[in-house]
């Protein structure tokens, strides 16, 4: 049953990822928000409703490991896998205001997680707090990019009111893609998690790794889906929009619902938060090298979303190799990496400074 229950899922998450990307597609264009805005939105919102589901039960059940783990891991896993096979797959361009506004905010979010979850706890006040910085996004977001869209067809002339059968389709698209990927991830995270648990792995790991990666596949299939139909927006869009949503939305609902707050575990602070906030930092460079995600950049974080893996599996088993493996990582393969994302910001930037100077035509 473990193999049916994970062969259903994964049949049913593509299924949805189809649906949900053509469905949000058209319906940026019928109400006249760009595709960036529903990538960011509806899309994202929508394919993180199982982390939602999986970290407010885990709250409200008191497993505050779980809960946590649910989302420091699927925000991991959306960036260095799902990004990452995406722009393997094809390179994937990046909207100049997904550099300035969108990652900015995943990067002050994760580090107020952080920073709030210092005394060992995310309690309701928390809660609270993320999610009125989630309410004031969505609303300035959804407002700006109406605005723009107007404007642009009021001076094309061709500023017109969608047809009501039309939005009922595209909502009626994006509504069943949901729903087939909520219920494909909830049989991927059933078989997923029988198959970790009776292998005696903890809570934590199992929440970090089967369930993040099983909550995150309705994300792995609309964005590999957009990346194959050309729908390079929503594909960013979902990635970056998600973990704005996890860390505002799911951690902020789960503090305020879980009794007595969200336990806060000392290995959570001293080493997958910190991981999470350089996932996020890292978006920052290579976002901003030619506003694009090269072929080569997405191996790189598959090959860093590897090392993590490799390095929870070792600590999970206390494998004698966990300390020389991390030294490597942190006196060697991290500061190479920095030095070369930097390289490359500081070149980009440069050249942006020379065309701007030169003027297009210079």
């Known amino acids: 049953m473990t193999a049916v229950w994970l062969v259903a899922g994964l049949a049913l998450l593509v299924a949805g990822g189809e649906l949900l990307v053509r469905g949000a597609a058209r319906l940026a264009a019928t109400i006249g928000v760009s595709p960036l805005v529903i990538g960011l939105t509806v899309v994202a919102y929508g394919t993180s409703s199982p982390e939602l589901a999986v970290s407010v039960q885990a709250a409200a059940d008191g497993r505050s490991d779980i809960a946590l783990g649910n ?7 959306n960036v260095l896998l799902i990004l990452g096979v995406s722009a393997a797959i094809t390179p994937l361009l ?23 979850a210092l005394d060992g706890g995310l309690g309701a006040i928390d809660g609270g707090v993320m999610l009125a910085v989630l309410v004031a996004y969505t609303a300035f977001i959804v407002s700006r990019s109406r605005g723009e869209t107007r404007a642009e067809r009021a001076a094309d002339g061709h500023l017109h009111r969608p047809g009501r059968r039309a939005l009922l389709v595209q909502l009626a698209l994006v509504g069943a ?5 909520v219920l494909g991830s909830r049989w991927l995270v059933r078989g997923a998690s029988e198959l970790a648990t009776s ?13 993040a990666a099983g909550t995150g596949m309705p994300e792995v299939a609309t964005s590999v889906i957009a ?8 594909a960013v869009g979902n990635i970056v929009g998600s973990n704005i949503f996890n860390i505002a939305m799911v951690i902020g609902l789960s503090g305020v619902i879980a009794p007595g707050g969200l336990d806060v575990a000392a290995d959570v602070l001293r080493f997958d938060l910190p991981v999470m906030i350089a996932v996020a930092v890292a978006c920052l460079p290579i976002f901003f090298t030619g506003y694009a995600i090269a072929r080569w950049e997405g191996l790189v974080f598959l090959a860093y979303y590897a090392a993590y893996l ?20 942190v006196g060697f393969v991290l ?13 980009a930037h440069r050249e942006h400074r020379r065309f701007w100077t030169a003027g297009p035509d210079g």
């Not at 990046?94 to 709030?116: C, D, N, Q, Y």
């Not at 893609?177 to 990927?181: F, P």
């Not at 990346?227 to 929503?234: E, K, M, S, V, W």
């Not at 070792?314 to 030294?327: D, K």
Request: charged share 10%.
């Open 227 to 234: 990346a194959l139909r050309g729908q390079r927006d929503i």
């Open 177 to 181: 893609g949901l729903v087939l990927l």
């Open 94 to 116: 990046v909207a100049r205001k997904l550099v300035r506004l969108e990652v900015p905010l995943l990067i002050g979010l994760s580090v107020l997680m952080l920073l709030l």
């Open 199 to 211: 292998l005696g792995v903890s809570e934590l790991v199992i929440a970090l790794t089967v369930v």
């Open 71 to 77: 989302v420091v891991g699927s925000n991991v896993f």
């Open 310 to 329: 490799v390095y929870l599996v070792l600590e999970a088993t206390s494998y004698w190799a966990l300390s020389p493996f991390a030294t490597a990582m």
């Open 335 to 347: 500061p190479l990496t920095a030095l070369t994302l930097g390289v490359l910001a500081v070149r």
